[in-house]
């Protein structure tokens, strides 16, 4: 068969088969970044706490995480999870082994490891607040909460954005470490069709293609929020001048 016959929607073609693996590939893409999100946003916030254990905790998780390879977390991620849950078990007279599927073990270690990253991303954001939105925020009575969620949180995104999609670009790639545990996604799709069809080229160039094409539109997207929040910031000083 020709490469345009294999990667065809027709019979014998794989084009359904890729299209749907690249569905899982979004599918984990943005559940572990959004997981992601939200441990870097508690990372942030423990690291620039006063209290010193929390300070602590938070520079732990992201120097560990981002010093270890990412495979290395799938893996651990993997075999411990299921260890644990099956030690659990049988601690409370349950039988036999306990797994975990593969696509939440997947979405787990791609937030914990974006959550490294994107911890520093959002403390860094944070860092460069204006201290007198701040204080004119508290100024006008407003609360720990109130102030987080209306001063410093849309201050500190405007900030963090070229941040969350330089790490979103990071966990689409990784995304391809997660087949080794049995997901079918993208990567391990392609690598079905080049065994069953011996054109490993023609798949894995396909793969390389719908990867990049991912990769692009991602990029546009935020290259124009990014002009947007630029624009908003720039509005904003220039009215406060």
């Not at 995304?175 to 990567?187: D, F, H, Q, Y």
Request: proline share 2%.
């Amino acid at each position: 068969m020709s490469a345009f016959e294999l990667l065809s929607f027709g019979e014998g073609g794989w084009g359904f088969f890729l299209i749907e693996a690249l569905g899982v590939t979004l599918a984990l893409a943005v559940a572990g970044m959004l997981l992601g999100i939200m441990l870097g946003l508690c990372g942030s916030l423990a690291a620039l706490s006063s209290v010193p254990f929390l300070r602590g905790v938070a520079v732990f998780y992201s120097t560990v995480l981002r010093g270890i390879p990412d495979l290395l977390v799938i893996y651990l991620f993997y075999f411990g999870s299921s260890s644990a849950l099956t030690a659990v078990s049988r601690f409370f007279g349950g039988e036999g082994f306990v797994g975990v599927p593969a696509f939440i073990i997947g979405v787990c270690a791609l937030g914990i490891v974006s959550g490294a990253y994107l911890t520093e991303v959002f403390r860094g954001a944070i860092q460069s607040i204006d201290k007198g939105e701040i204080e004119a925020a508290f100024a006008f009575g407003m609360g720990l909460t109130l102030r987080i969620k209306r001063i410093v949180i849309p201050l500190a995104a405007r900030h963090a954005l070229p941040g969350i999609g330089n790490v979103w670009q990071m966990i689409l790639k990784e995304t391809a470490l997660i087949s080794v545990i049995g997901v079918v996604e993208l990567m391990r799709q392609a690598q079905i069709g080049g065994g069953s069809t011996h054109q490993y080229f023609t798949f894995y160039m396909a793969a390389a293609v719908l990867y990049f094409g991912v990769s692009w539109l991602s990029g546009r997207g935020f290259d124009k929020a990014e002009t947007r929040t630029m624009r908003s910031i720039q509005r904003n000083t220039k009215q406060k001048s």
